[in-house]
């Protein structure tokens, strides 16, 4: 299938990329925050689309890319207890570690007991079935599967099924975006922001880049058309010297959000300061399993202790996840980096930059 057969309407696609192209705009940077706009923009082509001066770069969208390596390891280490079965969604189990040779992959081929779940309800599915095993889920992602995870917990601590527990790796978007701004180290013009995260924060959860940074940015859907129709109307923010926060996905995001998910991670998670692949340590940019519900933290239950410090690889996801170069740059992309082997999480996740550039490479 050709990048262009994914437009339904040309039309539209026709009108929106003269629109674009009618703008006055140079050298300006758009990030897309959301791992899923980064897959769509790559297989619908749209970065080939856009007049010159007009660059799309990712930014830290995708959890899998942005847990560090350390913590695989600190997951490996947990997997070799024969007590306990770790549950996780597929793409963590690829993830390379420190090292290339360590991974949930290779620790399953020395015995240990690793279930991919689609839901953190499956995991406690298996939990309940095996009450002589310890369950350990991996909670992973944003605010649109923290709600998902703090139900699992609540549902665990309400029918005492005292074998699940959670490794909390949750991180909250805001903090990370704020970063990104206050390091300077990249131009960010204008954020095509994240329809999924939205849908629980809702649009106001986004304002603080109008009103503290006056930088625009627009939720968008992930159909191409709701890309390129958000793209227009960044650049046309950006071309007018405006610094708003619009919503495009209007049929899924409302102003408000979705409260009752919000208050769900509330009741079952607390902020903490959290490392962040090529961010390094944010504050408040992850999400600990309070108290009242600690006997189903898997960092307490087992007494994991996480190490800070981030070992130097050779892999650059880290600076991909910032914009600062695209996956293309990096001396490993296509050669010993590749899907079937993976250097770094980039390459591995559904969700990831290298892996959507390697996908789509041949496209248009
Ligand atoms: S190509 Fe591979 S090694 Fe390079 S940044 Fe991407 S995931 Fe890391």
Redesign the pocket.
Known sequence: MLAKDLFRNKDDVKTLRKAIESLDVKDINIMEVCGTHTMAIAEAGIKQMLPKGINLISGPGCPVCVTPSERIDDICNLAMNKDIIITTYGDMIRVPGTRKDISLEKSRMMGADIKAVYSSMDALDIAIDNPDREVVFLGIGFETTAPAAASALMEAYKRKVDNFSIFSLHKVIEPAIRSLLESKEVKIDGFLLPGHVAVILGQKGFMFLQYEYAIPGVISGFEPVDILNSLFLIAKEIAEGRGEVKNEYTRLVSFEGNSAARDAVYEVFKPRDDIWRGLGMIKNSGLKIREKYSRFDAEVKFKIKLTDEIKNT????GD?VKGLID?SN?P??GKE?VPDS??????VSSE?S?AAAYKYRNMI
């Open positions: 050779p892999c650059k996801c991909v996956p990096c490993l992309f980096c993976p250097v770094g999480p980039c390459m990831g290298c």
